[in-house]
């Protein structure tokens, strides 16, 4: 009877009881409406806005009236030679970027995950150029990039390697925007790796071990099936990011030389504020965003697919 | 209970309420001050409160010198606080135009580029001075092509003004190009844009690591496209045909052709590896370290050549005199140099107040001690008096390069489609000169897409 008593104590009310109006789920609905409203005017409504500016000749400084125009900018973008061209840019950058960041990720985690001494101090270090800002980083390897002034020639040149046109050169202008966004985002692939690396069972190596499996069989059907799924998550975020590069090719290329670097985003940049064609650069978002939700889409069924196995 | 499909018609039909908002929103004008009434009668209007009268422009000396003379202003103005804002370059034109976009601004009085006229003139975004210039503005002390590049709009031709254009801003800081040279490695200072390239080519040989020029050729702003304009213009090329709107056939035609050839095959291999995305401050660094003989620069941002500091010239400002040699451009087939420099003008949206104080500013820079001050302190003022001074001439040792090129001043489109025909000529003509696509073929694609931008605009 005692403990019931005191139980019955140290139940607290139910919310209905102190204040009628305010039952549990309008008390829910209170406590995440701020962030709804903020979702509601920071997202889906310039995302409705850009929806329907892309049907419009709008421009944003014109000070003449926009008319609806249907897919006339839709048409115009996706027959236009100048965007096929930044298509193919952007679609190198993202398949040797994230390629190069997903070897280097993995293998840095794979050898940090085996070293027990100073793994802490060694993923800290790691991890600081994915927390500086992109434009710090573009200025930076500028600066070092620079074929007459920049350290990196200077010194090769004293290694008697001879110097090059990092950021003027059209075959080395994309490498060299692809090596600074590896520099800055392996970190992220390695950490996400490390995650899955650490997860891994011990139990597994043991049995292995005992079954005298070789070291590459244990990778193989041990550590990468398990990591996979946790690797496609950072390659899935990482490939988002990079096929929305703007930052990085606007300091170190300004998109050159020629349109070598341009990427899409930078071509909607140019579309959006050289000349303010807000209609056309709405649309040519629009086409992005569909872009990466239709390519996420795929991924992701893949990824489900993968750990229903 | 509310459905799923309630729920979702409830976000969108709020989500339309806000798009049909913001699109009311749109239509409204937003302008706070007055426009071309406003520029009249504006002494009336002149206030005793604390005023800021803020300026943007874009980062280099002559916007420190302008604040610097801001406050030479506030003597006679105690009330008022002059303040230049600055942004880097490749940002200026974004950063007046995105405000300019959302009719707000937070600077009273812009400085465009004599190109930028156009576009803000045909949005509507700055004041009409026209009443205002009639009444302050002694037009008979300015070369007319000054007037006319910097304020008004349509543009005139030099010296012809036209009835129907009207007055948008007035001259602030003049400007061209000057042919540095090093007179220590070069006995005389070309005439003829042949002759320079041979010194150029000749020191280059003579002198290990050197390099025989430094131009810009930055795909960012106008950069490459200036160097392209002033090579077509020593060699008798034209832009276009302002009459018909003609590009195609114009641009690249004989003489555009043999500008583009010169310069990408005779001026490019004689400048530094990797020079392909030089702008300003490169130019100047490659000058202060002694890389290269000959260097093309504005007057306007030539200070720092001068300052011992950041140069390996000389420990002086004499020492570093020895060696370099302010020019006006050589001539050849044609003399026209670039015009550069910028007018100032009054948003549309500033307050009434401070709209009243910037044409009150205005009219106190026009007064010869004001235009010989703003010299001393490193501007290139707009006055044909002051220009021909010795206050003048003697203030920086390339002013004399602007004074002797006004005759030869030639701009480009100041049309309300600037940006994206500059944005086609920097890109293509760096494309150019970094190899990534055939001198030919870049004029030609020059001539074709800005013509299908004019096309589209007429």
């Given at each position: 009877?005692?403990?019931?008593?005191?139980?019955?104590?140290?139940?607290?009310?139910?919310?209905?009881?102190?204040?009628?109006l305010?039952?549990?789920?309008?008390?829910?609905?209170?406590?995440?409406?701020?962030a709804?409203?903020?979702?509601?005017?920071?997202?889906?409504?310039?995302?409705?806005?850009?929806?329907?500016?892309?049907?419009?000749?709008?421009?944003a400084?014109?000070?003449?009236?926009?008319?609806?125009?249907?897919?006339?900018?839709?048409?115009?973008?996706?027959?236009?030679?100048?965007?096929?061209?930044?298509?193919?840019?952007?679609?190198?950058?993202?398949?040797?970027?994230?390629?190069?960041?997903?070897?280097?990720?993995?293998t840095?985690?794979?050898?940090?995950s085996?070293?027990?001494?100073?793994?802490?101090?060694?993923?800290?270090?790691?991890?600081?150029?994915?927390?500086?800002?992109?434009?710090?980083?573009?200025?930076?390897?500028?600066?070092?990039?620079?074929?007459?002034?920049?350290?990196?020639?200077?010194?090769?040149?004293?290694?008697?390697?001879?110097?090059?046109?990092?950021?003027?050169d059209?075959?080395?202008?994309?490498?060299?925007?692809?090596?600074?966004?590896?520099?800055?985002?392996?970190?992220?692939?390695?950490?996400?790796?490390?995650?899955?690396?650490?997860?891994?069972?011990?139990?597994?190596?043991?049995?292995?071990?005992?079954?005298?499996?070789?070291?590459?069989?244990?990778?193989?059907?041990?550590t990468?099936?398990?990591?996979?799924?946790?690797?496609?998550?950072?390659?899935?975020?990482?490939?988002?990011?990079?096929?929305?590069?703007?930052?990085?090719?606007?300091?170190?290329?300004?998109?050159?030389?020629?349109a070598?670097?341009?990427?899409?985003?930078?071509?909607?940049?140019?579309?959006?504020?050289?000349?303010?064609?807000?209609?056309?650069?709405?649309?040519?978002?629009?086409?992005?965003?569909?872009?990466?939700?239709?390519?996420?889409?795929?991924?992701?069924?893949?990824?489900?697919?993968?750990?229903?196995? | 209970?509310?459905?799923?499909?309630?729920?979702a018609?409830?976000?969108?039909?709020?989500?339309?309420?806000?798009?049909?908002?913001?699109?009311?929103?749109?239509?409204?004008?937003?302008?706070?001050?007055?426009?071309?009434?406003?520029?009249?009668?504006?002494?009336?209007?002149?206030?005793?409160?604390?005023?800021?009268?803020?300026?943007?422009?874009?980062?280099?000396?002559?916007?420190?010198?302008?604040?610097?003379?801001?406050?030479?202003?506030?003597?006679?103005?105690?009330?008022?606080?002059?303040?230049?804002?600055?942004?880097?370059?490749?940002?200026?034109?974004?950063?007046?135009?995105?405000?300019?976009?959302?009719?707000?601004?937070n600077?009273?009085?812009?400085?465009?580029?004599s190109?930028?006229?156009?576009?803000?003139?045909?949005?509507?975004?700055?004041?009409?001075?026209?009443?205002?210039?009639?009444?302050?503005?002694?037009?008979?002390?300015?070369?007319?092509?000054?007037?006319a590049?910097?304020?008004?709009?349509?543009?005139?031709?030099?010296?012809?003004?036209?009835?129907?254009?009207?007055?948008?801003?007035?001259?602030?800081?003049?400007?061209?190009?000057?042919?540095?040279?090093?007179k220590?490695?070069?006995?005389?200072?070309?005439?003829?844009?042949?002759?320079?390239?041979?010194?150029?080519?000749?020191?280059?040989?003579?002198?290990?690591?050197?390099?025989?020029?430094?131009?810009?050729?930055?795909?960012?702003?106008?950069?490459?496209?200036?160097?392209?304009?002033?090579?077509?213009?020593?060699?008798?090329?034209?832009?276009?045909?302002?009459?018909?709107?003609?590009?195609?056939?114009?641009?690249?035609?004989?003489?555009?052709?043999?500008?583009?050839?010169?310069?990408?095959?005779?001026?490019?291999?004689l400048?530094?590896?990797?020079?392909?995305?030089?702008?300003?401050?490169?130019?100047?660094?490659?000058?202060n370290?002694?890389?290269?003989?000959?260097?093309?620069?504005?007057?306007?941002?030539?200070?720092?050549l001068?300052?011992?500091?950041?140069?390996?010239?000389?420990?002086?400002?004499?020492?570093?005199?020895?060696?370099?040699?302010?020019?006006?451009?050589?001539?050849?087939?044609?003399?026209?140099?670039?015009?550069?420099?910028?007018?100032?003008?009054?948003?549309?949206?500033?307050?009434?107040?401070?709209?009243?104080?910037?044409?009150?500013?205005?009219?106190?820079?026009?007064?010869?001690?004001?235009?010989?001050?703003?010299?001393?302190?490193?501007?290139?003022?707009?006055?044909?008096?002051?220009?021909?001074?010795?206050?003048?001439?003697?203030?920086?040792?390339?002013?004399?390069?602007?004074?002797?090129?006004?005759?030869?001043?030639?701009?480009?489109?100041?049309?309300?489609e600037?940006?994206?025909?500059?944005?086609?000529?920097?890109?293509?003509?760096?494309?150019?000169?970094?190899?990534?696509?055939?001198?030919?073929?870049?004029?030609?694609?020059?001539?074709?897409?800005?013509?299908?931008?004019?096309?589209?605009?007429?």
């Open positions: 009877m005692a403990d019931t008593a005191s139980a019955s104590q140290l139940t607290p009310p139910p919310a209905a009881r102190r204040f009628r305010l039952s549990d789920r309008r008390l829910a609905g209170l406590f995440i409406s701020p709804l409203l903020l979702l509601l005017f920071l997202s889906i409504f310039p995302l409705f806005w850009a929806l329907y500016l892309s049907f419009t000749d709008y421009s400084t014109r000070d003449v009236p926009s008319r609806w125009i249907w897919f006339e900018n839709y048409g115009d973008l996706l027959t236009s030679p100048q965007v096929h061209e930044r298509a193919i840019t952007t679609l190198i950058f993202v398949v040797g970027a994230i390629s190069l960041q997903t070897l280097l990720g993995f840095i985690a794979y050898l940090i085996r070293r027990v001494r100073g793994r802490g101090l060694l993923t800290t270090l790691f991890l600081v150029p994915m927390m500086l800002s992109p434009v710090v980083v573009g200025l930076f390897w500028k600066f070092m990039l620079d074929a007459q002034f920049g350290v990196i020639n200077s010194f090769a040149t004293s290694l008697g390697l001879g110097s090059a046109e990092w950021l003027t059209e075959r080395l202008a994309l490498l060299s925007v692809i090596v600074v966004d590896t520099w800055q985002w392996t970190p992220f692939i390695m950490l996400i790796a490390l995650a899955g690396l650490t997860a891994v069972p011990k139990y597994l190596y043991e049995a292995s071990e005992i079954d005298r499996a070789s070291e590459w069989f244990r990778f193989r059907h041990i990468l099936p398990i990591v996979w799924p946790l690797l496609l998550i950072a390659v899935l975020f990482r490939a988002i990011e990079a096929f929305r590069l703007f930052d990085l090719v606007y300091i170190l290329t300004g998109g050159g030389p020629g070598a670097t341009e990427t899409l985003s930078f071509h909607v940049y140019k579309t959006a504020f050289l000349g303010f064609d807000t209609g056309r650069a709405s649309a040519y978002g629009v086409l992005m965003v569909i872009v990466v939700i239709v390519l996420a889409q795929f991924y992701l069924r893949y990824l489900n697919r993968l750990q229903e196995r | 209970m509310r459905t799923r499909a309630q729920r018609a409830t976000v969108l039909a709020v989500a339309a309420a806000l798009t049909g908002v913001a699109a009311c929103g749109g239509d409204d004008d937003g302008a706070a001050g007055g426009g071309a009434a406003a520029a009249t009668d504006f002494e009336a209007k002149l206030t005793d409160k604390p005023v800021e009268l803020s300026f943007i422009w874009f980062e280099w000396p002559p916007a420190h010198a302008l604040e610097e003379l801001g406050k030479e202003y506030s003597k006679i103005r105690p009330n008022v606080t002059v303040k230049v804002n600055t942004v880097p370059i490749a940002n200026w034109h974004d950063a007046i135009f995105t405000q300019f976009a959302a009719k707000k601004t600077f009273d009085m812009p400085i465009l580029d190109q930028y006229i156009g576009e803000a003139v045909e949005n509507g975004n700055i004041v009409d001075l026209t009443d205002f210039a009639k009444k302050h503005v002694d037009a008979s002390a300015y070369d007319p092509y000054f007037l590049a910097y304020g008004q709009y349509p543009q005139t031709k030099t010296g012809e003004p036209t009835p129907d254009s009207r007055t948008y801003g007035l001259p602030l800081m003049g400007d061209t190009w000057s042919m540095i040279v090093r220590d490695l070069i006995e005389e200072v070309p005439q003829t844009w042949d002759e320079m390239i041979a010194a150029a080519k000749k020191c280059q040989e003579e002198n290990p690591g050197m390099s025989g020029l430094a131009f810009h050729q930055a795909n960012a702003t106008d950069a490459a496209a200036v160097t392209y304009n002033t090579v077509n213009g020593v060699y008798g090329g034209e832009l276009w045909d302002p009459e018909k709107k003609q590009i195609e056939g114009i641009i690249n035609n004989e003489a555009g052709q043999k500008a583009m050839d010169v310069l990408v095959n005779q001026m490019k291999p400048t530094p590896k990797g020079s392909g995305n030089w702008f300003i401050d490169e130019v100047n660094a490659a000058i370290q002694g890389k290269v003989c000959i260097g093309f620069q504005w007057i306007g941002a030539m200070a720092g001068l300052d011992p500091k950041s140069s390996k010239l000389g420990k002086s400002e004499k020492e570093i005199l020895e060696k370099l040699e302010f020019s006006t451009l050589p001539k050849q087939d044609s003399d026209f140099v670039p015009l550069g420099g910028m007018g100032m003008h009054i948003s549309k949206y500033a307050p009434e107040a401070d709209q009243a104080e910037a044409l009150n500013f205005m009219k106190w820079f026009q007064q010869p001690e004001v235009q010989t001050r703003w010299a001393e302190l490193g501007g290139v003022p707009g006055r044909k008096d002051v220009l021909a001074s010795e206050a003048f001439l003697d203030a920086a040792p390339f002013n004399k390069v602007f004074t002797d090129s006004i005759g030869r001043l030639r701009d480009f489109w100041n049309l309300p600037y940006t994206k025909l500059v944005n086609i000529q920097t890109q293509n003509v760096n494309a150019a000169l970094n190899g990534t696509e055939d001198p030919k073929a870049a004029l030609d694609k020059i001539a074709a897409e800005q013509q299908a931008i004019l096309d589209e605009s007429k």
